[in-house]
Nanobody
Framework: QVQLVESGGGLVQAGGSLRLSCAAS????????MGWFRQAPGKEREFVAA????????RYADSVKGRFTISRDNAKNTVYLQMNNLRPEDTAVYYC????????????????WGQGTQVTVSS
């Protein structure tokens, strides 16, 4: 089992950058595929990015490709989401999640979730 705590959210102007962090508890962090999802008010939670246990494989939603970068540091039990050139439509609560099997965009394949961190992008 793993517990996840996100941080790094905040208010930023359009075109700005933020880096989200997700700290995981437990000694088995490196076994998990890690993902980021987001949920805007009135919308379903959607996939943003995912990374394999080794960091060698990543996957992104089309809406964030070229702007967001997911990375991980297994020695620190932490996964990151670097967000550049932010847009007002990126405003959402961002969630970190862990999956056991594969790098996937399917929400139901993630077994563990953090509480989320708010990102607000002003125009």
């Amino acid at each position: 089992q793993v517990q996840l705590v996100e941080s790094g959210g905040g208010l930023v102007q359009a075109g700005g950058s933020l880096r989200l962090s997700c700290a995981a508890s437990g000694r088995t962090f490196s076994r998990y595929v890690m993902g980021w999802f987001r949920q805007a008010p009135g919308k379903e939670r959607e996939f943003v990015a995912a990374i394999s246990w080794s960091g060698g494989s990543t996957r992104y939603a089309d809406s964030v490709k070229g702007r967001f970068t997911i990375s991980r540091d297994n020695a620190k039990n932490t996964v990151y989401l670097q967000m550049n050139n932010l847009r007002p439509e990126d405003t959402a609560v961002y969630y970190c999640a862990a999956a056991l099997n594969r790098v996937t965009s399917v929400r139901d394949e993630y077994a563990y979730w953090g509480q989320g961190t708010q990102v607000t992008v002003s125009s």
